[in-house]
Structures are given as C-alpha cells and as structure tokens.
C-alpha cells in the first residue's frame, strides 16, 4: 500500500526542488516534497497518472473539508468486485460532521460534495488500468454546537463511519464530458456505507460544472 499523508503548513523550500502538482498541499520541508514526489512517480508507474494525482486530491479535499482529526490518502491497490477490477483507494479524512443538522443520508451526501465530488471535477477525463475506481472514505459524526468544540473536546471524536464508492471508468467518462448527470451516475455507481449498500439521493445544489475547456491544472 501507498500512504500519502500531509499536513497543512508554511514551508521553505530550496530552490531546486521540483514542484508538487497545484491543487496539493504544501510539504514541511524539502525533504518530505520529495519523498511524495517519489510516491507519486511509483503511482503513475504503477496506476497512471490520473490515479496518481486523485490519491493528493483526495486529501487536499478532505483538509479544505475542515479536517480536524489526522488525514491520511492511499492507493489500496487493485481490487476485484462484482466482476469488475477496480484501482481502491482509502482515505481517513479527518472530518467530524455534526449530528445536530446531519443525518446518515445526509453525512453520506456531505461526503460526497465536500470531498468526491470537488476531486472528480479536476478532471477533463479520467484513465485508470481498471474497469474504475474505488474509493473509501473514513469519517467521524457527533453532535456540537461549532467546529471549535471539536478542538476543546478533542478526546470525544465521535463515531466512525465509511462509505465507498465504486465508479465504473465508462460511466466517469461519461460524466466528466457532460453525458450524464450526476444523480444518474450515482445510480449506476455502488455505495457502501459500513460495507451495507446504501443509496445517495442527492438533495443539495451540486457545484457547478466544468466548462467543457477547461483544462486540469
């Protein structure tokens, strides 16, 4: 397995360092940028290049998604479900959602804006050495009354949750080019949710779409 886990920071680094793609979050030090360099190039040798970017956009999604336990992304690695192989990945996200305004489908739904649905949307296209991908989300809920309880109580971090995503690659060509809303392909995609199928109905305003010219960044 491929662990990539890092945390929000203002660092200095040499001037000779390569750059991480935009859209990750900055090292601590030069050294630690080229120690995910070097896991990244093991990615795409190994899943392609787009798998290998989606593991840093997994996190950077979850700590924009106000994380405040530890976040971690990895690449599980190839996985076969219901006759179909999938490249899997796992995140912890570090995400406290709170049960005061959420309930299960709407943590589900939750999970999905803050974090997958951002992530897919970089993308013009998708490839990946597999039929799709496979994603699983790790998060927390417990009733607060603001996210600053969460760090005053910081022993109470709620109970754990996961929801995972199998996406067919034909299906995320589709919705990256516009061909198919999302709500049709959350129907044809398969949702766990404590390894019990589960469906999303989605209720919130989805973001906005890609301008079909838009490029990856």
């Known amino acids: 397995m491929l662990l ?15 750059e991480l793609p935009a ?10 940028r080229r120690a995910v360099l070097e896991l990244m190039k ?22 924009q998604g106000e994380a405040v336990l530890t976040t971690e992304s990895t690449i599980v690695g190839f996985e076969e479900h219901e006759g ?6 796992r995140l912890a996200s570090g995400i406290v959602l ?13 999970i999905w804006h803050l974090i997958l649905e951002r992530t897919l949307l970089r993308y013009p296209k ?11 989300i790790e998060y927390s809920h417990r009733p607060y009354q603001q996210l ?3 760090y005053n109580e910081a022993d109470d971090t709620g109970t754990v949750e996961r929801a995972k995503f199998y996406m067919l690659s034909s299906d995320l060509t589709e919705l990256l080019a516009h061909q198919l809303g999302t709500q049709d392909f959350l129907e044809r995609s398969r949702v766990l949710v404590d390894n019990q199928p589960a469906k999303l109905r989605l209720m919130e305003v989805s973001l906005p779409p890609r301008p079909p ?5």
């Open 4 to 18: 990539l886990s890092l945390l929000l920071s203002v660092s200095v680094v040499a001037a000779e360092t390569p």
């Open 23 to 32: 859209g990750l979050p900055p090292t601590r030090s030069a050294d630690e």
């Open 42 to 63: 093991q990615n795409r040798q190994k899943y392609g290049e787009d798998a290998a970017l989606l593991q840093g956009l997994l996190l950077t999604h979850a700590l």
């Open 84 to 89: 179909h192989k999938y490249v899997t990945f």
């Open 98 to 110: 709170n049960d005061k305004s959420l309930d299960r489908e709407q943590r589900i739904e939750r």
């Open 126 to 136: 998708f490839s990946a050495p597999a039929d799709g991908v496979a994603i699983e």
């Open 148 to 150: 600053a309880d969460l």
């Open 213 to 217: 010219s838009a490029e990856r960044r």
